[in-house]
């Protein structure tokens, strides 16, 4: 189980981008009396989801043409991410709203660095390699890891609400000299932990996600941020491409930006009349 070259991660939400687009001529031509149900079902499902302890749920008003809401999911596995996945769909609010795109991921925690002292401490205390012992102790420091009350606080954390988003899935390069993969794992430790320096001066003015979709889904990464300025997104992405685990290595999919705002506003988001708002009551909970 444990490959050499593969840093461990600690993983946790199971995550469903779902970018929908909005039908929004045919809703306006629905009178208001059938308009009001559809928007109180969806309203009643969505602030289900999002006060659920076991899940959660955020919405953004996207901008451009490549969708207009955006549903971010969390779930604990799978099977409840497919669950819910069905809900919306039943919903008679799905019959305005057509899929566009959609991303699954897992959220996790990088641990180039935990890995590689792992490796070192098991290797002073004199365990073989892939033996059972061996495993047994990763398994017990990667335990340790996860309890640690700072990581599960991050892989189990609420959806960040704050004003903006931006979403896009990465990949690591394979070309030539830059094969990420065949990169030595101490080369890309030194990348992450430069990558790491960077990104902690944005700290406090950016909240960032980052989700692994190898295995799920088209991309590698799914990047997810959440700020209070949308210029801080340029900002950070713009310094991030001279590092070298960026510059060199970086290959990025689509971005999707736009405006969280709360389920109790999603009326006013149909109703095209006004920018559907955060309110206090949401970032209140988020500690904001
Ligand atoms: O989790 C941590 O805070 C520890 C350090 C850290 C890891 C392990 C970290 C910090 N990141 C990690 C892993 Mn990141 N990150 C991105 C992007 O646009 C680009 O060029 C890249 C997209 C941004 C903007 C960003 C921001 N990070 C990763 C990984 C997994 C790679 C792997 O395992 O090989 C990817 C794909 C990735 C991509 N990163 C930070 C940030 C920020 C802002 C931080 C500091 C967070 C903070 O301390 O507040």
């Excluded at 009643?44 to 749920?57: P, R």
């Excluded at 935990?114 to 990763?138: C, M, Q, V, Y």
């Excluded at 830059?178 to 950016?206: C, F, P, Q």
């Excluded at 060199?248 to 009349?273: C, H, I, N, Y």
Aim: glycine share 8%.
């Amino acid at each position: 189980m444990r490959h050499p070259n593969v840093p461990e991660s600690l993983d946790g939400w199971a995550i469903l981008h779902r970018m929908f687009r909005f039908d929004r001529r045919r809703w306006d031509a629905l009178d208001a009396p059938r308009r009001a149900p559809v928007e109180r079902e969806a309203i009643e499902l969505f602030a289900q989801l999002a006060a659920d302890a076991d899940a959660d749920l955020a919405l953004a008003q996207l901008l451009g043409h490549k969708g207009d809401l955006m549903l971010t999911h969390y779930a604990q596995s799978f099977d409840a991410l497919g669950e819910v996945q069905v809900r919306v769909d039943k919903l008679a609010l799905r019959d305005y709203l057509e899929p566009h795109e959609s991303y699954v991921s897992i959220l996790e925690l990088g641990l180039y660095e935990h890995t590689a002292k792992i490796h070192a401490e098991l290797r002073e205390g004199g365990l073989k390699p892939h033996s059972e012992a061996w495993n047994d102790a990763f398994d017990a420091l990667l335990r340790e890891a996860r309890e640690e009350p700072r990581n599960a606080a991050r892989l189990w954390a609420r959806i960040p609400r704050r004003r903006y988003a931006c979403f896009y899935p990465m990949n690591k390069k394979r070309e030539g000299s830059d094969n990420w993969y065949a990169t030595a794992y101490a080369e890309r430790a030194k990348m992450m932990l430069e990558h790491g320096k960077i990104g902690r001066s944005y700290h406090g003015h950016v909240t960032q996600v980052i989700s692994g979709s190898i295995g799920f889904d088209d991309w590698e990464w799914g990047v997810d941020l959440y700020a209070d300025d949308p210029l801080v997104f340029k900002k950070l992405v713009y310094a991030m491409r001279f590092d070298e685990a960026s510059a060199r290595f970086g290959e990025f999919g689509r971005f999707w930006t736009g405006m969280q705002f709360s389920v109790a506003q999603l009326g006013v988001f149909l109703a095209g009349e006004a920018s559907p708002a955060l309110l206090a009551g949401d970032l209140a909970a988020a500690g904001r």
